[in-house]
Nanobody, 121 residues
Framework: QVQLVESGGGLVQAGNSLRLSCAAS????????MGWFRQAPGKEREFVAG????????FYVDSVKGRFTISRDNAKNTVYLQMNSLKPEDTAVYYC??????????????WGQGTQVTVSS
């Protein structure tokens, strides 16, 4: 069992940066693949980025490649999403999740409560 708590969301102007954090409790964090998802109003949830258990492999959806970076610190039980060059279309509630496929966004078992990211133009 893993509990996940996201933080770091907020309101920023387009072109600026935010770093989201997801703190996990539970002993097995370092064995889980982790992912970041987002859901904008009226849209389906979208898989944004994934990282495997060791941090050696990452995946990004095309719309964020070159702008977002996912990373993890297994000693701190935390996964991060560094978001640069933010655009208004990045506005969404961002969720971290654990236990799924790092490169497909499927089969994630544990979810955080989400953090709102709003990008103004």
């Amino acid at each position: 069992q893993v509990q996940l708590v996201e933080s770091g969301g907020g309101l920023v102007q387009a072109g600026n940066s935010l770093r989201l954090s997801c703190a996990a409790s539970g002993r097995a964090f370092s064995s889980y693949n982790m992912g970041w998802f987002r859901q904008a109003p009226g849209k389906e949830r979208e898989f944004v980025a994934g990282i495997n258990w060791s941090g050696g492999s990452t995946f990004y959806v095309d719309s964020v490649k070159g702008r977002f970076t996912i990373s993890r610190d297994n000693a701190k039980n935390t996964v991060y999403l560094q978001m640069n060059s933010l655009k208004p279309e990045d506005t969404a509630v961002y969720y971290c999740a654990a236990g799924g496929r790092w490169n497909e966004g499927r089969e994630y078992r544990y979810w955080g409560q989400g953090t709102q990211v709003t990008v103004s133009s």
